[in-house]
T-cell receptor, first 115, second 115 residues
Framework: AQSVSQHNHHVILSEAASLELGCNYS??????LFWYVQYPGQHLQLLLK??????LVKGIKGFEAEFIKSKFSFNLRKPSVQWSDTAEYFC?????????????FGIGTKLQVIP | GAGVSQSPSNKVTEKGKDVELRCDPI?????LYWYRQRLGQGLEFLIYFQGNSAPDKSGLPSDRFSAERTGESVSTLTIQRTQQEDSAVYLCASSGGLAGINEQYFGPGTRLTVT
C-alpha cells in the first residue's frame, strides 16, 4: 500500500519569500501525484497533478511541483508567496496503473504568510 | 448543483446515539468518496461508490459505520452508537470518473462532535 509523508506541518513565511513544501511517497510502481489546497473557510480543491510526461508541473496561482522519481518526491514550490496563499496544503498519491485506485493523502502542511 | 454539498455542517451528538451525514455530489459524477479528518491528521479514506455500488469499503473503521448511495445521487454515511473517537470532520468528494485519474471535488464537510 502506498503512503505519503509531508515533513513540514506548519510553515510561516513573510510575503515575497520563496516556498517549498516537501512531499515524499512510498510506492514501488508508477504513480499519479496531486497537491490539493484548502483556503480558510473553503473546500479542498486541486492545485496541480502529475500523471506522466514533463516532471515539472505547473498549477494554479503560480504554484509548481517537480516529480523526482529517484527521490520518491513531489515537492511543491512557489517563488514568491502572497498573504492569500495562507492555506493548508495536502499531497496525495495513487498508483498509476489504471482502473480504480484509492487516493492516499498526506497529513497536510499549514502555511501562514505574514504580510 | 454547482458543487458538492454536505449536511449538516455541524453535528453535536451524545455518545451512543446514531448519526446520519448526507452528501449531494455534483450532478453526473459517477464516483463518490467519503473521508474522515481527525484533528491534526490527514484525510483518511472511508468508502468509495461507483454509481450505487461500493467496490471499496476497506476504510470503514468498524461495523458501526455504514454508507449507501441512491443511484448516482445522494449518499448517506451512518454512524451507529457513536463514540468520542468518531469526532472528526467527514468529507465527501465526487469525481466524473476514477479518482486516480480525475480530479476530486470536495464538499465543505460535516464537523461531528461526540460528547
Amino acid at each position: 500500500a502506498q503512503s505519503v509523508s509531508q515533513h513540514n506541518h506548519h510553515v510561516i513565511l513573510s510575503e515575497a519569500a520563496s516556498l517549498e513544501l516537501g512531499c515524499n511517497y512510498s510506492y514501488g510502481g508508477t504513480v499519479n501525484l496531486f497537491w490539493y489546497v484548502q483556503y480558510p473557510g473553503q473546500h479542498l480543491q486541486l492545485l496541480l497533478k502529475y500523471f506522466s510526461g514533463d516532471p515539472l508541473v505547473k498549477g494554479i496561482k503560480g504554484f509548481e511541483a517537480e516529480f523526482i522519481k529517484s527521490k520518491f518526491s513531489f515537492n511543491l514550490r512557489k517563488p514568491s508567496v502572497q498573504w492569500s496563499d495562507t492555506a493548508e496544503y495536502f499531497c496525495a498519491v495513487t498508483p498509476g496503473s489504471g482502473g480504480y485506485q484509492k487516493v492516499t493523502f498526506g497529513i497536510g502542511t499549514k502555511l501562514q504568510v505574514i504580510p | 448543483g454547482a458543487g458538492v454539498s454536505q449536511s449538516p455542517s455541524n453535528k453535536v451528538t451524545e455518545k451512543g446515539k446514531d448519526v446520519e451525514l448526507r452528501c449531494d455530489p455534483i450532478s453526473g459524477h459517477t464516483a463518490l468518496y467519503w473521508y474522515r479528518q481527525r484533528l491534526g491528521q490527514g484525510l483518511e479514506f472511508l468508502i468509495y461508490f461507483q454509481g450505487n455500488s461500493a467496490p471499496d469499503k476497506s476504510g470503514l473503521p468498524s461495523d458501526r459505520f455504514s454508507a449507501e448511495r441512491t443511484g448516482e445521487s445522494v449518499s448517506t454515511l451512518t454512524i451507529q452508537r457513536t463514540q468520542q473517537e468518531d469526532s472528526a470532520v467527514y468529507l465527501c468528494a465526487s469525481s466524473g470518473g476514477l479518482a486516480g485519474i480525475n480530479e476530486q471535488y470536495f464538499g465543505p464537510g460535516t464537523r461531528l462532535t461526540v460528547t
